[in-house]
């Protein structure tokens, strides 16, 4: 297979990353960082610091140069870093030595490469902002449309108490919903422009780099830091830790999909689930397994990010180049996830037959806490509590329904008590409140 499973046209389709998939190429890249080269020319032509017509000379073969990466190879691992090369080929394209000579003026490679870094994550969080609210609007029309279906909620893979579908659908969006509601704040901390030059003092750009900097932020529709992060790599870190947080919750959602649309449990379908080479019964629940092995996979490339965040004096070449690695795959890894579960959710369906039988089939033991309860008002709580464990001990050992079972010892026990549909709870009221929160946005 390929080295990685984004750039692979046999897994194209299961693990798709849409748009965002287009921001990391090498085209891309130099693309991102032509752009920055020529705001930096315009904002320094504006600001007197190299002559404006120059500044304008630059500017347009920002936007009208094509760099073929291969070129740039033997410069790139030379150099380390693809900048120079990439400098090079701009003044050599320009065929203007006047106003060549000040392409890059006062920058240093780091500079380049992290605010064009920045000006593609900014993209990549808008094309997530998009998904998401796609994935959101989805989950809730059917948190509403279920919110008071009955269902099993389960703790440690056992019936628990019940719950309703709706109310699950919302578990599942909550923390999607609080990421959405988080980027412009995530934005505003984080996406930032670097200008401070080859040991982060701007000694080039003297006083004025400061104002210069604020320019080039306005000009690329980035924030100003204020200061140098060239070793303080907390923007990446925030963003990543974004897109990973999606990616959790994603995983969250497939997981539980998985063990709900178990041939045993049966109370979802997922619409075109995968087939087996050999046994033609399966249907396999490969979207919701894309979700927990990408979470999975971001696990990992979120340990390599932490540990490359720690930069050696002034610059680190080492902990740097391990960014490049990383930060690109936890982005596809983010963007593959909202795909797949966008393609999840629109062909997701529950079971409402299989949803009773396994409240039902389970003896009943889901209302053992409303029992408990029930019992509670005519003895001490832990005479109730040691009550109901004995009487569902007997069910389980004369597979007896509880109801049944508890019946036959207290006669007067509420109406009601053991039917699902009067022992959810908030759960109706958390699934209609998340989609009027969904729908406010």
Not at 80 to 106: I, K, L, N, T
Not at 328 to 346: D, E
Request: one cysteine or more; charged letters at 15%.
């Amino acid at each position: 297979m390929a080295a990685s499973v984004f750039d692979s046209p046999l897994h194209a389709q299961l693990f798709p990353t849409g748009e965002t998939g287009r921001l990391f190429s090498d085209s891309a890249a130099l693309r991102a960082m032509l752009l920055v080269e020529g705001a930096l020319a315009k904002a320094q032509g504006e600001m007197g610091i190299i002559p404006d017509i120059s500044a304008a000379a630059i500017h347009r073969a920002s936007l009208e140069i094509q760099i073929d990466p291969g070129a740039l190879a033997e410069a790139t691992g030379q150099n380390g870093v693809s900048v120079p090369g990439m400098v090079a080929a701009v003044r050599a394209e320009m065929s203007a030595p006047e106003h060549a000579q000040y392409v890059h003026w006062g920058a240093t490679s780091q500079d380049i490469i992290d605010t064009g870094l920045m000006l593609r994550l900014r993209q990549v969080l808008a094309l997530a902002e998009a998904d998401l609210k796609r994935l959101l609007g989805a989950l809730a029309d059917q948190a509403e449309a279920h919110a008071a279906l009955p269902m099993a909620a389960r703790t440690y893979g056992q019936h628990a108490t019940p719950t309703s579908w709706g109310a699950v659908l919302a578990s599942w969006g909550g923390p999607l919903l609080d990421a959405l509601i988080a980027l412009d704040a995530l934005r505003a901390s984080s996406l930032w422009v670097s200008l401070s030059g080859a040991a982060g003092t701007s000694a080039a750009l003297g006083d004025r780099a400061p104002a210069l900097r604020a320019a080039l932020a306005e000009g690329l529709g980035l924030h100003d830091p204020g200061r140098s992060w060239h070793t303080d790599r907390a923007p990446l870190l925030r963003i990543a830790a974004w897109m990973a947080q999606i990616t959790a919750a994603l995983a969250t959602m497939g997981q539980s999909l998985i063990g709900l649309a178990a041939s045993d449990t049966g109370e979802v379908t997922l619409g075109m689930a995968g087939a087996s080479s050999t046994m033609p019964q399966k249907q396999n629940p490969v979207a919701a397994s894309v979700l927990v092995a990408l979470s999975h996979q971001t696990g990992g490339f979120m340990s390599g990010l932490q540990t490359a965040s720690v930069h050696n004096h002034q610059r680190d070449g080492a902990a740097w180049f391990a960014e490049w690695m990383l930060v690109p795959q936890i982005a596809l890894s983010a963007a593959a996830s909202l795909q797949q579960a966008i393609a999840v959710v629109k062909d997701l369906q529950p079971v409402p037959r299989r949803m009773a039988e396994n409240i039902e089939g389970g003896l009943g033991l889901a209302h053992a806490e409303a029992l408990s309860f029930a019992l509670a008002e005519r003895m001490p709580r832990a005479e109730a509590q040691a009550a109901t464990k004995a009487l569902c001990r007997e069910a389980v050992e004369t597979r007896t329904p509880l109801a049944k079972v508890a019946a036959r010892q207290h006669a007067d026990l509420p109406a009601g008590l053991f039917k699902a549909e009067a022992q959810l709870g908030q759960a109706p009221a958390d699934a209609r409140a998340f989609t009027a929160r969904v729908r406010a946005l």
